[in-house]
């Protein structure tokens, strides 16, 4: 059975076409009043904006009146004081101090103190003499001074026995001083172990008297020091 209608009739044919143009029309409608931009036409008050006030306050000038200094006072008057010619007037005498040949000059008696100071081994005029020392020049009595005191702490030399069992060695430093009667005073010990001090002590203790060192010409006390080692073998 054939159709009846004309193709040409057909109203669905190019719907989607008529739909596409009508969404576009509206898309363009829509962006043209969101674009749209809108002014005011109201006329300015452009006397709300008074340009013509300042704040600058003008300052009056004042004028500076200087007062002038007061006048100095007027001087003093002089007073003159009239002396009479009768009047004794007394002279002061200024004697001169200075000696003449005429006087004579005392004799002043200058008493040397007596030097009560410790002069070091090194530095000393005469040292201290060693007992078989004597009768040497100056530097010969100390190189003797030293020798003698090394034979002397060789020949007493004795290891403390509680230091050996307990395996203790080491350097004693010893200062004394030879006093101005040629005596040993003052001993000082130093060292890793009182034991060892002690021995090093008894050793200077023993020293014998010597006779004292001098210095120009006074005996004087002169210290000296000298370490003893302990060592075991």
Same mark, same amino acid.
């Given at each position: 059975?054939?159709?009846?209608?004309?193709?040409?009739?057909?109203?669905?044919?190019?719907?989607?076409?008529?739909?596409?143009?009508?969404?576009?029309?509206?898309?363009?409608?829509?962006?043209?009043?969101?674009?749209?931009? @809108?002014?005011?036409? *109201?006329?300015?008050?452009?006397?709300?904006?008074? %340009? #013509? !006030?300042?704040d600058?306050? $003008?300052?009056? /000038?004042?004028?500076?009146?200087?007062?002038?200094?007061p006048?100095?006072?007027?001087?003093?008057?002089?007073?003159?004081?009239?002396?009479?010619d009768?009047?004794?007037?007394?002279? @002061?005498?200024?004697? *001169?101090?200075?000696?003449?040949?005429?006087?004579? %000059? #005392? !004799?002043?008696?200058?008493? $040397?103190?007596? /030097?009560?100071?410790?002069?070091?081994?090194?530095?000393?005029?005469?040292?201290?003499?060693?007992?078989?020392?004597?009768?040497?020049?100056?530097q010969?009595?100390?190189?003797?001074?030293?020798?003698?005191?090394?034979?002397?702490?060789?020949?007493?030399?004795?290891?403390?026995?509680?230091?050996?069992?307990?395996?203790?060695?080491?350097?004693?430093?010893?200062?004394?001083?030879?006093?101005?009667?040629?005596?040993?005073?003052?001993?000082?010990?130093?060292?890793?172990?009182?034991?060892?001090?002690?021995?090093?002590?008894?050793?200077?203790?023993?020293?014998?008297?010597?006779?004292?060192?001098?210095?120009?010409?006074?005996?004087?006390?002169?210290?000296?020091?000298?370490?003893?080692?302990?060592?075991?073998?």
């Amino acid at each position: 059975m054939e159709s009846k209608k004309s193709p040409k009739a057909d109203l669905t044919k190019n719907s989607k076409f008529y739909f596409a143009i009508g969404l576009c029309l509206a898309l363009l409608l829509s962006w043209q009043l969101i674009e749209k931009k @809108t002014y005011d036409d *109201s006329p300015i008050d452009i006397g709300v904006l008074d %340009i #013509e !006030d300042d704040d600058d306050e $003008e300052v009056p /000038l004042t004028e500076q009146l200087k007062t002038p200094p007061p006048p100095p006072p007027p001087p003093a008057p002089e007073i003159i004081q009239v002396v009479e010619d009768e009047e004794e007037v007394e002279e @002061t005498v200024i004697e *001169s101090t200075e000696t003449t040949q005429e006087e004579v %000059i #005392e !004799d002043v008696e200058v008493l $040397e103190e007596e /030097l009560d100071v410790d002069v070091p081994f090194a530095i000393i005029e005469d040292p201290a003499v060693f007992p078989g020392c004597e009768n040497l020049k100056k530097q010969e009595l100390k190189n003797c001074f030293q020798e003698k005191i090394q034979r002397h702490i060789a020949k007493n030399f004795r290891y403390p026995e509680i230091a050996q069992e307990m395996g203790i060695q080491g350097r004693v430093y010893v200062s004394f001083i030879v006093d101005k009667d040629g005596n040993i005073a003052g001993i000082r010990t130093r060292g890793p172990d009182k034991n060892l001090e002690k021995e090093a002590a008894r050793i200077i203790g023993k020293l014998p008297k010597m006779v004292p060192g001098k210095q120009r010409g006074r005996p004087v006390r002169m210290p000296f020091s000298i370490p003893i080692t302990f060592r075991l073998q």
